[in-house]
């Protein structure tokens, strides 16, 4: 199960690391648009795995742990967020262009920044209690 927690945690660097090199690259290039674009996939498979190997053990656990059943909801109503400015953003941006875009790709990244460091902070500590 740690493995699984060092799996995230590089895709977790990738996608962070990715998003930064498109905005250096400038947003309007076609390899930015492309790293945009291979960033989605992996966002979308990150998340489907987080909930079906990492959130269900949370939640098991949380039964019988108030505080983390208070940090688990505060994950998921964060992650309603992040799922609907994901949305609104991968679907935008074929139609955002130059500044605009900029700005928008440097919000989705600095969400997404604050989501990964407190999962891995809270999360991820919460989870390997219960591996060891």
Do not use: C
Not at 11 to 32: A, M, N, P, Q, Y
Not at 92 to 115: C, H, Q, Y
């Amino acid at each position: 199960m740690l493995k699984l927690i060092e799996k995230f945690k590089k895709e977790h660097s990738f996608i962070v690391d990715t998003l930064k090199k498109s905005r250096k690259l400038g947003v309007g290039t076609e390899e930015s648009q492309n790293a945009i674009l291979s960033v989605k996939d992996v966002i979308l498979d990150h998340i489907k795995m987080e909930d079906k190997e990492f959130y269900p053990v949370l939640r098991e656990a949380a039964k019988s742990n108030q505080k983390l059943k208070d940090f688990l909801a505060e994950f998921d109503k964060d992650m309603k967020e992040i799922s609907r400015y994901s949305i609104e953003f991968f679907d935008n941006n074929s139609v955002i262009t130059g500044s605009d875009l900029a700005m928008e790709l440097e919000n989705f990244t600095a969400i997404l920044e604050r989501r990964i460091l407190r999962e891995e902070m809270f999360l991820f500590a919460e989870f390997e209690k219960l591996n060891q």
